[in-house]
């Protein structure tokens, strides 16, 4: 059984309308009706709304459709992409910024407008820009890969 069959189903055993069930779950009825032929589907918040409202298990709801659990799982993975760019994205700006730091200060030094040395930064740490732009910008490309279709 599909999804919108088996709401309308849950729906019609409470002896509910459309419009009783979007008051329920503060949805318009419109959104109902469009679940029940398979026109849309509901997030994954107004599933499990749905599942305790029945007294079904989200299991049964979400099974009974390969294509609503489709959604669900590709909607689940959107959610999680967001955190994880925002932090690779993060660790490339500041590899960015960092060159350009040195950049600005090797200028203002070549221009004898500083006294700024680069030279008390402890080794190593001249390559900590690339590899901070190397790391978010890989980060970030499988991330992708990973998570948008």
């Known amino acids: 059984m599909i999804f919108g069959e088996r709401l309308k189903q849950e729906r019609e055993k409470k002896g509910w309308s459309q419009l009783d069930l979007s008051e329920k779950i503060h949805v318009s009825r419109q959104s109902v009706s469009k679940w029940e032929t398979g026109k849309n589907y509901p997030s994954i918040e107004i599933i499990i709304h749905l599942s305790d409202l029945f007294g079904v298990t989200i299991d049964e709801m979400l099974r009974s459709d390969k294509e609503l659990k489709d ?14 760019k ?48 190397l790391v978010g910008g890989i980060g970030a490309d499988q991330l992708k890969n990973k998570y948008i279709d």
Do not use: C, Q, R
Not at 73 to 83: T, W
């Open 86 to 133: 925002v932090f690779f994205e993060s660790i490339f700006t500041i590899g960015v910024l960092m060159i350009v730091g040195k950049i600005i200060i090797m200028l203002l030094n070549h221009f004898g407008v500083t006294g700024i040395s680069l030279e008390g930064l402890p080794k190593g740490t001249s390559f900590l820009p690339l590899i901070l732009m």
């Open 71 to 84: 959604k669900v799982i590709k909607d689940s993975k959107k959610l999680a992409y967001p955190k994880w």
